[in-house]
Structure formats: structure tokens, C-alpha cells
């Protein structure tokens, strides 16, 4: 069993399946293309109010910055507003690395999502991206990087080289591959 949240893990070894693997979502790189966009954004958040957590979030945020982004997209239109905007948003529902942290990464835009021990186990704060640990965090570290231009966009792209380095749909295929014992079965290289 191959799951993209570690806690499912857990659950599935309590349940007694112990043959179970944790293996991160992954992108297209395609689908999100890298972008080098006029910021006219200072944050985004591409995505669903769904949860408390998002709500509080995203109130705050609206009230310190009134030049925000929100709404639904998918693919290159949410590639666009990524590149559009200083900050992309992210908030984890259930304390995992969701899609939307490497949708955005992967464009080459500065990501800024909740702590959580997935994330800061596949990344490094600070360097491929930037965690918050409450909100008033968020609200400092947002504030911080809107205005320094220089560090924002470095840790933006270090954070696109690093998923594109190892977080694409070609590295989760060869990961199946080894972890089911096909992977030296192939004579070449698997293209998605």
C-alpha cells in the first residue's frame, strides 16, 4: 500500500497491514509551468475555504493585505496567479504536504504554508520555502518577505529546483517501481 499522507500509514499499520509506504504527491511539471509574471500580488491562495483552520487564516490575511488574490484555478490559470503574486498561500487541512504546496513551488513562486512534519521532513524552512507555526506568524513572515523582494525570490527558486529535482510524477513512478522490486526490470528510463 502506497499512501500520500503519513499518518495514513499509521493507520494502516495499527490496522494490522504492515507492507505500507509513505510516498509524497508529486507534480506535473507541465501542468504548472514555471513563471516569471509581474507580481501584481502581494499574496494568493488558490484553493477552497473548507475548514476552520483555512477561514481564520484567510480572514487575517485578508485584513493586512488588501492587494489578495483568492479564488479556484487549476493548472496554468493557477500557475498564472501563482507567478502574479509575491506570496502563494497555503494552509494544510490535515497536517500533510498537500498538492497545493508543490503546484506552487514548482512554478517558481514563493511558498508560504502551516508547519506541519511532512513538509519540514521533504523541505527546509527557510531555504525551498517558509513555514508559519500560528497565525501571528503568518502575518510576520508574510509581511517580511512582501517586502524583501531578493530573499523571497531566492528561496522561490530553490524551492521550484528542489521539486523539480525530486517531486515529479516521473520520480513517484520510479519510486513505485523500486519499491514493488520492477525498478531493475526496465531497460530505460520511465518518461510521464
Known amino acids: 500500500v502506497i499512501c500520500a499522507q503519513k499518518k495514513a ?19 506535473l511539471p507541465d501542468a504548472y509551468p514555471a513563471q516569471n509574471s509581474i507580481k501584481k500580488y502581494d ?3 488558490v484553493g477552497h475555504i473548507n475548514s476552520d483552520n483555512r477561514i481564520d487564516a484567510l480572514d487575517r490575511l485578508f485584513r493586512e493585505f488588501p492587494n489578495f488574490w483568492y479564488g479556484q484555478r487549476k493548472f496554468t490559470e493557477a500557475a498564472e496567479k501563482f507567478g502574479e503574486s509575491k506570496i502563494v498561500f497555503n494552509i494544510s487541512i490535515n497536517n500533510d504536504l498537500n498538492m497545493r504546496t508543490l503546484e506552487g513551488m ?15 521532513s521533504v523541505f527546509e524552512d527557510g531555504k525551498h520555502l517558509v513555514l ?6 503568518m ?3 508574510a509581511k517580511y518577505y512582501v517586502a524583501h523582494d531578493d530573499e ?27 519499491t514493488v522490486g520492477l525498478w531493475e526490470t526496465i531497460k530505460e528510463p520511465v518518461a510521464v
Not at 9 to 27: C, L, R, S, T, Y
Not at 106 to 120: Q, R
Not at 132 to 137: C, E, H, M
Open 9 to 27: 500509514v499509521e493507520d494502516f499499520k495499527k490496522d494490522g497491514i504492515q507492507n505500507v509506504h509513505w510516498m509524497p504527491h508529486a507534480v
Open 139 to 141: 502575518i510576520e513572515k
Open 106 to 120: 514548482a512554478t517558481g513562486s514563493f511558498m508560504l504554508t502551516s508547519y506541519n512534519d511532512e513538509v519540514a
Open 132 to 137: 508559519y507555526r500560528n497565525l501571528d506568524d
Open 43 to 45: 499574496v494568493c491562495f
Open 152 to 178: 523571497r525570490e531566492k528561496i522561490a527558486k530553490a524551492g521550484q529546483e528542489e521539486v523539480l529535482a525530486k517531486h515529479t510524477f516521473a520520480h513517484r513512478v520510479e519510486q513505485v517501481l523500486k
